[in-house]
């Protein structure tokens, strides 16, 4: 595989030598999406420009130690995730902020229907989930976060992310069967 | 390489605006981790709303200045680190690193002074040895007074003018100054302490009289320079010294349980002089 001089990689090679040019042009590249994933997490806009914010500054001071194996934007979205769940977890539980923007949207059916053909058995199985379920599934199995940091993620204690995920994991067996 | 699938326009633009099923929007960030094609479009959707949108370019701007701002941010030297380790809040900390008397070149230099003392306190014998202890004692007892000294005050502390426009109690200021050289110099001596020859209760002596010349000199602050008070009190406690050791033909005589007690209402009467003249710290430092 050729690198090109300015791929992700050889970026965070210039960031680890102290190139603020370099973090300028990866910030340009990542923190649009970052933004909008976190946001989809997160519905505290202040928090999430934070998160951001401490994530590319922990680029900058960490890029020594990305190990050069797979995606720069997967190792990012892994300091990023993990720092909304550290902001998360110095805040009271009271002001804790669930993710509300996709529960609010009410699918017609004719889109449950589209969505089930066009994505085929899993993708209407897990449509057809309950958000609470749903968001669960998004966090311990797409996100790869640990119970603990899924709790902490979504605002609900270990045990009932455990339960939550074995009745996800249930519907779905069903639905596929 | 998975795919020659990328995502549309239609969905890029509905995950933008956060309007995207969950499936659809899972989906897409698995392949947005994996594909640079589609960061880019997606970074290229004008973001919908107003300014307060996610990802407008003015939240990009906005967080980008914050970024640099925290990157060029000045480190927190050593002394500042030390101090918010102890949970010290970091107004204070900053304050109290900006004390001449707390930096390294300074505590190097007592410590080398404190270190002579020890080395000739080891290699003295007969009646040397107690000149020695002597010698010892006398400097680790003044050792605070001239931290203090140079802790405070115009053409010394770099932050006077800035502390002096603070609004805040300048005797306060000095009191915290007086008091992390105090602890910082205790700390150096003890440690010497360690390394004198005779590991007794007089290897610890020079404690109290260096609580009392420190008040003392912070107290005739309030009329003095600070230079000038410690001049003052050092010269006053070496003569001392030596006038008890000439006067009762035993070296240490200042250092005995009478010249401890001596000490020690030295300490209560210049505490109470200082808690009546404290304001005059408020009012600037005597020049």
């Given at each position: ?5 300015d ?12 190139d603020?040019?370099?973090l ?5 590249r ?5 933004v909008l994933?976190?946001?989809r997490?997160c ?5 999430v420009?934070e998160v ?15 190990r ?6 997967a190792?990012i ?7 909304l769940?550290?902001r998360?977890?110095?805040r009271?539980?009271a ?25 085929g058995?899993?993708?209407?199985a897990?449509?057809?989930?309950s ?14 976060l640990?119970?603990k940091?899924a709790?902490t993620?979504?605002?609900i204690?270990q045990g009932?992310v455990k ?7 249930r ?7 | ?7 549309d326009?239609e969905?890029l ?5 956060g309007?995207?099923?969950d ?6 960030e ?5 594909c640079e ?6 970074a290229?959707?004008?973001a919908s709303?107003?300014a307060?949108?996610?990802?407008s370019?003015g ?15 000045p480190n927190?030297g050593?002394?500042e680190r030390?101090?918010i380790?102890?949970r ?11 004390t001449p008397?707390?930096?390294g ?10 270190g ?35 802790a ?6 770099p ?7 603070a ?15 105090l ?9 010497a302490?360690?390394?004198m020859p005779?590991?007794?209760a ?5 404690l ?16 003095l320079?600070p230079?000038v008070?410690a001049a003052?009190v050092?010269?006053?406690w070496?003569?001392?010294a ?19 007690l001596?000490?020690l209402?030295?300490i ?20």
């Amino acid at each position: 595989m050729t690198v090109r001089a300015d791929s992700d990689d050889a970026l965070l090679r210039e960031v680890a030598r102290g190139d603020r040019a370099a973090l300028e042009a990866l910030y340009k590249r990542h923190a649009p999406w970052l933004v909008l994933r976190l946001s989809r997490r997160c519905a505290d806009p202040g928090l999430v420009e934070e998160v951001v914010q401490d994530t590319f500054v922990a680029v900058w001071r960490g890029a020594g130690r990305y190990r050069g194996t797979g995606e720069v934007a997967a190792w990012i979205w892994g300091i990023g995730i993990r720092r909304l769940i550290d902001r998360l977890r110095r805040r009271p539980a009271a002001t804790l902020a669930r993710p509300s923007r996709s529960e609010a949207l009410v699918v017609s059916a004719e889109d449950e229907v589209l969505i089930g053909i066009e994505h085929g058995d899993l993708g209407a199985a897990l449509g057809r989930l309950s958000p609470e379920l749903r968001a669960v599934v998004q966090a311990t199995v797409l996100d790869g976060l640990t119970t603990k940091e899924a709790a902490t993620l979504l605002g609900i204690p270990q045990g009932t992310v455990k339960t939550r995920a074995a009745r996800a994991r249930r519907e779905l067996r069903e639905a596929l069967a | 390489m998975s795919a020659m699938w990328h995502a549309d326009a239609e969905m890029l633009t509905s995950y933008a605006d956060g309007e995207i099923a969950d499936v659809h929007a899972s989906s897409l960030e698995a392949h947005l981790l994996a594909c640079e094609r589609c960061r880019d479009r997606l970074a290229a959707v004008p973001a919908s709303a107003s300014a307060s949108a996610p990802a407008s370019q003015g939240s990009m701007d906005r967080i980008w200045a914050e970024v640099v701002d925290t990157i060029d941010a000045p480190n927190p030297g050593f002394v500042e680190r030390t101090l918010i380790a102890l949970r010290i809040p970091q107004h204070v900390a900053r304050l109290l690193a900006a004390t001449p008397s707390l930096r390294g070149s300074w505590l190097i230099a007592e410590a080398v002074a404190l270190g002579f003392a020890v080395l000739a306190a080891n290699t003295a014998t007969g009646r040397s040895a107690d000149l020695a202890l002597f010698l010892f004692l006398v400097v680790a007892a003044l050792l605070p007074v001239a931290g203090v000294a140079v802790a405070f005050g115009p053409g010394i502390d770099p932050a006077y003018e800035v502390g002096a426009a603070a609004p805040m109690r300048g005797d306060r200021l000095v009191l915290m100054r007086a008091t992390a050289v105090l602890a910082t110099s205790i700390v150096i001596s003890a440690v010497a302490a360690l390394a004198m020859p005779r590991l007794d209760a007089i290897a610890i002596a020079w404690l109290l009289p260096s609580l009392g010349l420190t008040l003392a000199t912070l107290t005739l602050g309030t009329w003095l320079r600070p230079l000038v008070a410690a001049a003052a009190v050092s010269l006053s406690w070496i003569m001392l010294a030596a006038a008890a050791a000439v006067s009762t033909q035993d070296r240490l005589a200042v250092f005995r349980p009478a010249g401890q007690l001596a000490c020690l209402v030295a300490i209560a009467a210049s505490a109470v002089v200082l808690a009546h003249r404290h304001i005059a710290y408020q009012e600037g430092i005597a020049t």
